[in-house]
């Protein structure tokens, strides 16, 4: 009876911790839902002047044209859904320090000092490099991207003035036979095609994040990155390729930029296995490998 007793002391002392651990997480998640919400409704007030400043790119392709710049509501609800969806990103940008903190206050009593001096640096440097990514495509890629889709239309898309404020004559137009076409982009398709672009360029400048956390836990190397080189040429290519229209400016800018994140990624894996190996060498834990002192042989 005594044994029983005490296996259900121990059953009972194991549980108290994942106990602890599921309410701090779910006080994690409350705070980090509340500031999402808090911040979507902010936006929400607000969504007209998102909507403007996402929607520069294209206003100045067209009105490099001479066009006007003006998108359509396909739909009845569709300006409704498109104050949603600007909400819900703006929102998502805004409450995402908070989130962050949150998530970083729900892992941090579970790691060692070195190990939050190591994991630190990334949490910061992620958002970061996401805002120039992000800023490299609204302000380089959308408009080649715009420029080049744009160059499809054809015909009297806008007829020359004569000087005297009336409407062009019908010779002009009859001087155009083709049938034209001309550009009526929908809010939300165009929204969609942004928002894309936006987080795939977000998403791509994480990589010297990524590897580079990598390097850190020894789950690669710079010798390992840099034998692979050739590979990732390849598969930069055809992500420059597929995320960019077909156009040569703009998959060169894309692939130079990405290339180089890579270069850099290289780098700085060296700079990290050199200041490890240096703090096991001045520990006296260093140990040679034998391939590297038969490449130096």
């Given at each position: 009876?005594?044994?029983?007793?005490?296996?259900?002391?121990?059953?009972?002392?194991?549980?108290?911790?994942?106990?602890?651990?599921?309410?701090?997480?779910?006080?994690?998640?409350?705070?980090?839902?509340?500031?999402?919400?808090?911040?979507?409704?902010?936006?929400?007030?607000?969504?007209?002047?998102?909507?403007?400043?996402?929607?520069?790119?294209?206003?100045?392709?067209?009105?490099?044209?001479?066009?006007?710049?003006?998108?359509?509501?396909?739909?009845?609800?569709?300006?409704?859904?498109?104050?949603?969806?600007?909400?819900?990103?703006?929102?998502?940008?805004?409450?995402?320090?908070?989130?962050?903190?949150?998530?970083?206050?729900?892992?941090?009593?579970?790691?060692?000092?070195?190990?939050?001096?190591?994991?630190?640096?990334?949490?910061?440097?992620?958002?970061?490099?996401?805002?120039?990514?992000?800023?490299?495509?609204?302000?380089?890629?959308?408009?080649?991207?715009?420029?080049?889709?744009?160059?499809?239309?054809?015909?009297?898309?806008?007829?020359?003035?004569?000087?005297?404020?009336?409407?062009?004559?019908?010779?002009?137009?009859?001087?155009?036979?083709?049938?034209?076409?001309?550009?009526?982009?929908?809010?939300?398709?165009?929204?969609?095609?942004?928002?894309?672009?936006?987080?795939?360029?977000?998403?791509?400048?994480?990589?010297?994040?990524?590897?580079?956390?990598?390097?850190?836990?020894?789950?690669?190397?710079?010798?390992?990155?840099?034998?692979?080189?050739?590979?990732?040429?390849?598969?930069?290519?055809?992500?420059?390729?597929?995320?960019?229209?077909?156009?040569?400016?703009?998959?060169?800018?894309?692939?130079?930029?990405?290339?180089?994140?890579?270069?850099?990624?290289?780098?700085?894996?060296?700079r990290i296995e050199k200041r490890r190996e240096a703090e096991l060498r001045a520990q006296g834990l260093w140990v040679e490998d034998e391939d590297e002192d038969e490449g130096k042989a």
């Amino acid at each position: 009876m005594a044994s029983k007793t005490d296996k259900d002391d121990e059953l009972d002392d194991s549980s108290a911790p994942l106990i602890e651990h599921l309410a701090e997480l779910r006080t994690r998640i409350i705070w980090s839902l509340l500031a999402f919400v808090s911040a979507m409704v902010l936006c929400y007030t607000v969504w007209n002047p998102i909507y403007n400043f996402l929607t520069q790119p294209i206003c100045h392709a067209l009105e490099a044209r001479d066009q006007e710049c003006g998108l359509i509501l396909l739909k009845l609800q569709e300006g409704f859904f498109v104050a949603i969806r600007i909400s819900l990103l703006g929102g998502f940008v805004l409450a995402f320090p908070i989130i962050a903190y949150q998530m970083w206050r729900f892992v941090a009593p579970g790691l060692y000092r070195n190990e939050k001096q190591a994991f630190l640096p990334f949490l910061v440097a992620s958002p970061v490099m996401f805002f120039l990514g992000a800023s490299f495509a609204y302000y380089i890629i959308l408009p080649l991207a715009y420029d080049f889709f744009l160059g499809f239309q054809q015909g009297p898309l806008a007829l020359p003035d004569d000087g005297t404020g009336a409407e062009p004559a019908a010779e002009a137009i009859a001087d155009n036979p083709m049938a034209a076409i001309v550009f009526q982009g929908s809010v939300d398709e165009y929204l969609s095609l942004t928002t894309k672009f936006i987080l795939a360029f977000g998403l791509s400048f994480q990589l010297p994040v990524l590897l580079t956390l990598m390097g850190k836990a020894g789950l690669v190397s710079a010798v390992g990155l840099g034998s692979v080189r050739k590979y990732a040429v390849v598969a930069i290519l055809m992500l420059a390729a597929v995320a960019t229209p077909p156009d040569v400016v703009s998959q060169v800018v894309l692939f130079t930029v990405v290339y180089g994140l890579y270069e850099i990624s290289i780098y700085l894996v060296r700079r990290i296995e050199k200041r490890r190996e240096a703090e096991l060498r001045a520990q006296g834990l260093w140990v040679e490998d034998e391939d590297e002192d038969e490449g130096k042989a």
